[in-house]
């Protein structure tokens, strides 16, 4: 795929390949996931990432915009959940006093909802990645993920996909 005057840094057929693979998976590996937490517990893979992350949190709580970055989500995305969240009532809002912004809580009933549904789903992603790899392929993916997030940090820093 070259043209004359095209100055275009091609794919290597190596990097070509990784890539189709890396792309398989990340879009094959969360509508399975969606799929078990839906069928199983009734959340999107989304929703059950929020409610664990604040069951982690000290006191079940954090600043909407530190979950929305733990999250990997626009605060706008995230709200929305949150608000769905509130309605099943597994999460409330907190005002932050002398704050701006406010902090999501997760309820008794949430933290129960986490705690249910947590062992279908390390069961599915033990399923779908772990059971497939040795200890030395777990530390490489470590390894590689790490390093893919801090170049996709420092690409999205430099401008790189965005509109």
Do not use: C
Request: net charge neutral; charged share 20%.
């Amino acid at each position: 795929m070259t043209r004359g005057s095209d100055m275009t840094q091609w794919l290597s057929s190596e990097q070509q390949a990784a890539w189709r693979e890396l792309v398989t998976v990340m879009t094959r590996m969360p509508a399975a996931l969606d799929t078990q937490l839906q069928r199983d517990s009734g959340l999107t893979h989304f929703e059950y990432f929020v409610l664990s992350a604040l069951s982690e949190a000290p006191e079940r709580r954090l600043q909407l915009s530190v979950l929305a970055a733990r999250a990997n989500a626009s605060l706008s995305r995230l709200s929305h959940v949150v608000t769905k969240l509130e309605k099943a009532g597994w999460v409330r809002r907190a005002s932050i006093v002398g704050a701006r912004g406010s902090l999501a809580v997760l309820t008794d009933a949430g933290y129960d909802k986490v705690v249910e549904a947590a062992p279908g789903h390390v069961a599915t992603v033990r399923a779908l990645l772990f059971d497939g790899l040795d200890d030395a392929q777990v530390r490489e993916l470590l390894a590689l993920g790490t390093a893919m997030v801090t170049q996709l940090d420092k690409g999205i820093a430099g401008g790189a996909g965005k509109a």
